[in-house]
């Protein structure tokens, strides 16, 4: 008995010393929604801009991420966390203030999952390098974004201004991070995009 027990004692404390604290800035969206599910040995905070609406039990608008109430109570290890998604003049959620004090100092990986391909991307980008070099600037960094040859599929029209935004912001994370991967993914394969963020986050372990 007390050798099982100290079997026991001793697998739960290797779980917890590989348990991670992940941030998915942007993640309420499908991707980041399949991502945060299959993390469920880590602690994982979905950055959102209006956290109400992603938690809401059905999709009120298509404007914002939805994870669901559903799959909040499904997937314990996952938080929601209103933040100003870089735009300070176009806030959204109720309860933005603070976010980065309460995600980013026991944060091992910040994931940039953020949609479009506006200005909006590039500031959000700026936003999370900047606080997160001013809190935490050890955090591994990871930005996803389309290959370049398939972002007309994902997202067609002002191609060349979207690859530079694209260029920029990964530019910006290995220029100014210690530890940054940006991966770049095939256009409409939901799974294997989510294998390669999940193996860049456990290259930590």
Not at 128 to 156: A, F, K, Y
Request: overall charge negative; charged content about 20%; glycine content about 8%.
């Amino acid at each position: 008995f007390p050798t099982m027990l100290y079997l026991f004692v001793l697998s739960t404390f290797l779980a917890t010393s590989n348990a991670l604290n992940v941030v998915l800035a942007g993640g309420s969206g499908p991707l980041g929604k399949l991502v945060a599910s299959r993390l469920s040995s880590h602690e994982v905070t979905i950055l959102c801009r209006n956290g109400f609406l992603a938690a809401a039990p059905n999709r009120v608008t298509g404007d914002f991420g939805w994870v669901g109430k559903t799959f909040l109570e499904e997937n314990p290890h996952v938080n929601l966390r209103d933040w100003d998604g870089g735009d300070l003049l176009d806030i959204v959620g109720r309860d933005w203030m603070g976010w980065q004090d309460d995600v980013l100092p026991n944060a091992d990986v910040v994931v940039n999952l953020v949609g479009g391909y506006t200005k909006q991307r590039l500031m959000a980008a700026e936003r999370i390098v900047r606080e997160s070099n001013d809190i935490n600037p050890g955090v591994l960094q990871i930005t996803v974004s389309p290959r370049n040859d398939e972002l007309r599929i994902v997202s067609p029209g002002a191609v060349t201004m979207k690859t530079q935004r694209i260029q920029d912001c990964e530019a910006l994370v290995e220029k100014n991070c210690k530890n940054s991967i940006c991966l770049r993914l095939e256009a409409n394969r939901l799974e294997e995009s989510c294998q390669a963020i999940i193996d860049a986050i456990n290259s930590l372990n």
